[in-house]
């Protein structure tokens, strides 16, 4: 039978990523097991690749602290490329109640670091797109470090790293079980043989609650379909342009290659394993995407280039670290709520910490224990896009 230091179910980006900073803290013995043929299958390959600081909560503006340098110096460090491209993100505005939430967040945000956050007056940003229709933007705020990564290369990139530094991937391979004794999990059976371990993460994404039940753990975890909808090739709004997002309903929209990337979270949506793209979003979102942006009203769009991908939701927005209660040696990394493409660099050092030593002092990983459900201890992040 064979033997592993840790084992961990998922090599979408953030498992890629524990694995790349347990190699790197010099743990190599590490088995990283993938159900499909290839990585980024799951929700990774089909995110929006946003990354950002501007968040309402401390817990999200410190995991952003570390994962966007981190990715500003990926190559450097692993050298391998993720396309980190800081055009910012610019949230707009449309009434005193969203501008008094962005002061307040700003506040924070300063507070705790982040120095390249400013807020704009409504003047500004009209000033600086004049193609969008602004006569209701109040104003809005701007961070010139937060922007976009390509979640494909960089979760290549840490599984690269990790792979040539001690640690195995197994692609094909189905987590059929997980076994437990009197000290805490001790094995992991799957479809190609039985890995006796000591210490499980659970990076399964938005199917981490069928995994979790294995080793006898309700996960709190449920799939969210969010589709977004790529334009061909148009030139009437600039690709220098940060993530722009229209806080009177949520749509947002950034470059991508010679067109626009644009993503709006349908209200209607439901719960469920949905992977497949609904084309009655095209009308909805297009509609949106020209009240705000006049010239999108020409924006060619191929419905057969959109796509649908899966959030993995907790009920308070924010993910579950560290160790499952009652199960020890049995990790959880899940319910990112579509924010595991960004905050997967400090996710890697924190299990990595949790796992080697116990405790982390990136953040105070007990505020996103799983038992904070049971103990009523939810800490709502209203920042979601």
């Known amino acids: 039978m064979q033997k592993a230091d840790v084992v961990i179910i998922g090599a979408g980006i953030v498992g890629a990523s524990i694995a790349c900073h347990l190699a790197a803290a010099g743990c ?44 500003a110096e990926f190559e450097q460090r692993l050298g391998f490329p993720c396309d980190y491209r800081p055009q910012g993100y610019l949230f707009c505005a449309t009434n005193e109640k969203q501008l008094a939430y962005l002061c307040t967040n700003y506040e924070l945000q300063v507070k705790m670091g ?40 960089a979760m290549n990139g840490f599984m690269s790293w990790a792979a040539d530094h001690g640690a195995t991937l197994w692609k094909n391979t189905v987590v059929t079980g997980i076994t437990r004794d009197a000290k805490g999990v001790a094995a992991v059976e799957t479809s190609r043989s039985r890995v006796a371990t000591r210490k499980i993460v659970n990076c399964a994404g938005a199917w981490a609650a069928g995994v979790a039940a294995l080793a006898g753990v309700d996960l709190p975890v449920q ?3 969010r589709m977004l909808v790529p334009s061909e090739p148009f030139d009437e709004f600039p690709h220098t342009a940060p993530m722009i997002i229209d806080m009177s309903n949520g749509f947002h929209f950034r470059p991508e290659a010679r067109g626009f990337l644009l993503a709006w979270n349908d209200p209607e949506e439901r719960i469920g394993f949905k992977t497949d793209f609904d084309a009655d979003f095209i009308e909805k979102i297009l509609t949106r995407a020209a009240a705000r942006v006049p010239c999108f009203a020409n924006l060619p769009v191929n419905p057969k280039r959109a796509w649908a991908g899966l959030y993995e939701m907790t009920p308070d ?69």
């Open 114 to 153: 982040l120095k390249n956050v400013r807020l704009l007056a409504g003047d500004e940003i009209r000033g600086m797109f004049p193609q969008l229709r602004g006569d209701d933007i109040l104003g809005g705020s701007l961070c010139s470090t937060d922007g976009f990564v390509d979640p494909y290369s």
């Open 28 to 71: 190599r013995n590490v088995l990283v097991i993938e159900r499909e043929s290839a990585l980024g299958k799951g929700s990774t390959g089909k995110s929006m690749g946003g990354v950002r600081a501007q968040f309402s909560m401390p817990i999200s503006i410190q995991m952003s602290l570390y994962s966007i340098p981190f990715y």
């Open 317 to 385: 927005h924010h993910p579950i670290l560290g160790e499952a209660p009652g199960v020890p040696g049995f990790f959880l990394a899940n319910g990112f709520s579509g924010h595991g493409v960004m905050h997967a660099p400090a996710t890697g050092k924190i299990l990595s910490d949790l796992m080697l030593t116990g405790n982390t002092n990136l953040i105070d990983a007990s505020l996103l224990s799983l038992s904070r459900f049971a103990e009523g201890r939810l800490i709502h992040e209203t920042a979601v896009l």
């Open 223 to 225: 799939p969210l379909r």
